[in-house]
Structure formats: C-alpha cells, structure tokens
C-alpha cells in the first residue's frame, strides 16, 4: 500500500498545504514535522512560482515571500529529502506546469521521486492535457493528483474515473458562499466522483478558518485540505507560526474525529 493510499486508511484524511521557504525552509521544515506529530494525514508542499494564477491571494502572497527569500525548486527538494529522513507522512508536491518544465520534466520527476515526494498537482493542468505528465510521473511512481471544481460539472465524473491517489474537490466559486451552500456542492461532487470511482478517496479544499466549518464540508468526503488558514498564521507569526499552525490542526483533526 502507498503511503498516500495509508493516508485514507485511518478515517478521515487532514491535509494541510505549507508554501515552501515562507518565511524560511527551516520553519517549513519545523512546521511539516509539527503537523506530522499533530494528526495530519499528509501534507502538501507548495513549490513557490512567480505566476500562481490558480491560488488565491493569501497563497499568491506566500509564494512571493518565497522566491524572494530565495526558494528555488532545488532548495525545495533537498528539504524533501531531508524530511523523509525525519517522517513517513505522504508528502505530495504542488506547483505549476512551467516550474516542471523548466527543471526538466523527466529530470524534476526522477528527484523528486527520489527525494521521497508521494505525488504530484499542477494546478494549471486540465484535465485534457495530463498525459503530458501522468504516464511519467507512474515511470518515477508518482501519483499524478486531479482536482475538479464547481465549474467542472458533468466533467466530474469523467475526471473522477481515471484519478490516481485522491480528488480534490474545490467547492468555493468566490468565497463568499454560506456554509450550508458549500456542504451541499461538497457532498454533490463526492456522490459524483465516488459514483464514477468506487474506490478513489476525495478530499475537500477548505479556504476558511473554522475547524466546525472544515470538518462540516468533510462530512460527505474523506478528507480535507486546508491552506489559507495555515499560510495565514504563517504569515502573522513567521518564523514562531509552528505551535500556532500545530493548535490549529490539533483543533481541525478534533472536529473531523466527530463529523
């Protein structure tokens, strides 16, 4: 069993996402361990790009801190690999196409496999264009992970059928849907995608703060990711945001533990 699939085994899966080298890579590193010994159940590393058009603007913020700090992509995986000396929890990267492309698309993949990263998002890939990434990424034994969004619609299921590791399910249009509105569209695109694919674990992107709110949109799923809440505290606190992010995800795991 991979470890992503481990992640799924237990309950539900908490996810939180770290911009890498915001403020610094050793806070990253802290942080990644901290949530490690907290209950997540994986973690997402965010690979700082100058033109993250998918994220919103508290992640765009953090990945400008990045790379002015200095972050590159080499950087980034030599904390990979040195984390996967400290811990086992599934480590999936998240960056863009043009990130890839610029390392080397075989040369990213083949260090990042043997850095110990479990899998790979491009955010800005759709779905038509993934088999310029996938069949590659399961030559390193990488899982290359989809996500679907409102928008997707009937393209959900599609999406869902060929999905390797999980599907990350967007539920926010704007951002300013009331929560009983999100709970709805979470557990619609989790009856499509588990309807599609039977077996395949979905896991719900939160953008608020609130542990109730998260664990209520994970009700339906199997699990949930959190970023801007943690690239939040990151930003507020710096390089002493490890036990703000820590409580934060102790409280997120406990209100997951009773949905």
Known sequence: MSRISQAFAQGKALIPFLTCGDP???????????LAQAGAGMIQLGIPFSDPTAEGPVIQAASARALAAGVTTDKVLELVRGLREETDVPLVLVTYANV????????????AAAAGADGLMLPDVPYEEKEEFAPACREHGLAFL??????????IAMIAQEAEGFL????????????????????????????????????VSFEGSDPAQGAALAHTADGVIVGPAIVTLVQRYGREAVPHIRDYIVDLKAALSRS
């Open 168 to 203: 990350s399910c967007a539920v926010s249009l704007d951002g300013t849907e009331a929560p009983a509105v999100l709970a709805g569209r979470a557990a619609d695109m989790a009856a499509q995608a588990k309807a599609a694919n039977p077996a395949l674990p979905c896991v």
């Open 100 to 111: 890839v492309f610029s390392y080397g698309t075989q040369r990213f993949l083949a260090q």
């Open 24 to 34: 610094d890579l050793e806070t990253t590193r802290a942080a990644v361990l901290a």
């Open 146 to 155: 989809s996500a679907v969004a409102p928008t997707s619609r009937d393209r």
